[in-house]
């Protein structure tokens, strides 16, 4: 009887220790590695020399490193095609207060046009990297207005400081673009959502909720920051009107120091001209939710 009860134990503590294995490792590998996520999305009226314009978009880094001086993450973009660069904040995280993570990433643009606005972590302070930004060509775009000049034609950015549900400074930006015929807005989280769509704002590029960082299968996002318990514009694709945002899940971490069913992202998203809401050519992003408003 004794035997037949260790024999027992040992196989189900032998059955914990295989489950927490994998556990771990599954987390591990859901923290460290790097998803690519593509998106195609229909502009209203884009111009013809802009069809295929392709937009690379990060967030969120939290100071982290995928190897020495970005190595893996460097790698990677040195092999997507793309003609823009966004980046929707948080590259500095306001408890490790560490630039050079976030410095290595902008390095490695490969010198294409590049906007970036602040999160709420790397707004303060101790956290701008403005300056050194702005000397790896990157432009910090602060309640402010950008051309660029792709394929013969031009393209807004408009940025906006980092703001939980509205951007308080969102007017002024889209009055300096005017009647611009192609905009994308970029702001640190998807609360601007309202107020573009509002605005006839062709796409909006957002992070901050790190997708949750945290999800459950069939269940999604268990908290955002900004938005609660099981949040609705955690990750993914929405659209309201003309008006397309992607919501990227990041490449760090905060507060809790691991993702678990979801992984550190890369956005590509590929603009086509074609009426909003119909499906574009092309994926549309690997498990990637879309939401109509």
Known sequence: MLLWFARNTARRLMVWVV??????TYTYYQTHSIRLTRYSVNVVGLPARLDGLTILHLS???????GRDQARLAAMMGRLDFDIAVLTGDF?????????????VAAALKGKPAFYVFGNHDMRPECDATGELRALG?????????QVAVGGDRVWVLGVDCAYSTARGFDGVVRQAGTAQT?????????VFEQAAAAGVDVVFAGHTHGGQIRLPFVGAIYAPGQGLFPKQSWG????GRTTMIVNAGLGESIVPFRFHCRPEVV???????AAGQSAPGPTGTGARLVEY
Not at 19 to 24: E, T
Not at 138 to 146: E, I, S, Y
Not at 268 to 274: A, D, F, R, W
């Open 268 to 274: 590509l998203v590929t603009l086509h001209s074609g």
């Open 237 to 240: 694709l929405y659209r309201s």
């Open 19 to 24: 489950a927490l294995g994998l556990l771990v």
């Open 138 to 146: 990157v432009q910090v775009l602060r309640d402010q207005a950008a």
């Open 92 to 104: 500095i995280d306001a408890v490790k207060q560490v630039k050079k993570p976030a410095l290595d």
């Open 60 to 66: 969120d880094l939290h100071s982290k490193e995928f």
């Open 183 to 191: 905009t994308l807005l970029l702001a640190h989280a998807p609360g």
